[in-house]
């Protein structure tokens, strides 16, 4: 009976040290990131004032929440191997940053990485998993982005299972963000290990570039992301990687597109430019609530390309909470298009059902941000080159 009470106990606890954070990122997580905009360049000024800036720019309020440094913050570890902030550019320390973000009402993320090294060469976590996520949790984090750089043999699986373990273990529920760039498709084993993985390699500055080591541009990364919705739902993301939106090279229409795309792919919206400073067209498709609804519905479901139009049309569709649809018509040629939608057509084509859709199913525009009519009648409108045009369904 004494050993069956022990055995019981045994598995009890092995079970409880195995496991990620339940209850967190019930909806893909919003935030910001430094590396899409400043890269190395980091320190507590540009913390603090992105802090700043995302309480007062109506970011905190459209739902932004994590501040995550990524690589660059860390320089050494101590002679007992305790990780080092760089005293430079970090002097009043972690956890002073950390209870400055959180007094503004958000959260505080940091990036490390799975191997020796971090891929920007600093002090990685193999070997100090416990003890890093133990000053994680005396900091105050709330989130941490883990890298796969300088892994050696290591395996992915593996690597990431010990440090959300060591997480759990350090007791302060923090955002496991898995970064090894859909190698060993994560989505089939991160579900219990983390709550977004990355899908692809790095999102470039672009709309369709290439670069030799395999980072792309957002459409690209868009494509890779799109068929991998069935692995996606409450708790566990699939991560196309950081928005380039306000970085300076895609327009204001592409930057609405992938905006939009990636609230429809339930994407998690982390933004990746300088906040401080953003035009107000940036700042206002980043603060579209009728548009991070989309993302946010408590559904969970990841839309997808449902079929093209024209040949270059995409219509994408994303079932939202009380029975609403978003559709997304996003023109991906460089051309302006015109679209003519009987809706009695393609009724029946809507997920395959439909959905209750009937003559008076009202039709809002997200960008608009009206209703524009209804289903009882063909909906005619013109699409910009890169454009998209967002509409919800609703009874
Ligand atoms: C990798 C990640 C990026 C970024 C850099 C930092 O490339 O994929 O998102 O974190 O490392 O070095």
Known sequence: MKQLFFTVLLIFSISMSAQKFEGLAKTPPMGWNSWNKFACNVDEKLIRETADAMASSGMKDAGYEYIVIDDCWQ????ENGNIVPDPERFPSGMKALADYIHSKGLKFGLYSCAGSKTCEGRPGGRGHEYQDARAYAAWGVDYLKYDFCNTDAQKAEGSY???????????????????????TEPWTWAKNVGHLWRTTSDIMNCWDCKVNWGG??????????????????????????????????????????????????AAPLITGNDIR???PAIKEILTNKEIIALNQDSLGKQGYRWWTLDGNIELWIKSLSNGEIALCFF??????????IDWKKYFGKLDGKSQGITDKTIIRDL????????????MKATIQAHDVLTIKLSK
């Open 75 to 78: 320089v050494s570890r101590d």
């Open 161 to 183: 299972k010990v440090m959300r373990d060591a997480l759990f273990a350090a007791k302060r529920p923090i955002v496991f963000s898995i970064c090894e760039w859909g190698t």
């Open 216 to 265: 792309m541009g957002w459409t690209l990364v868009m494509d890779k992301n799109e068929p991998l919705g069935k692995y996606a739902g409450s708790g566990g993301w699939n991560d196309p990687d950081m928005l380039q939106v306000g970085n300076g090279v895609l327009t204001d229409v592409e930057s609405r597109s992938h905006f939009t795309m990636w609230a429809m792919m």
């Open 277 to 279: 400073s953003m035009t």
């Open 331 to 340: 023109n991906r040629s460089g051309e302006v298009k015109n679209i003519d």
């Open 367 to 378: 960008w608009l941000k009206k209703n524009i009519g209804t289903t009882g009648k063909n």
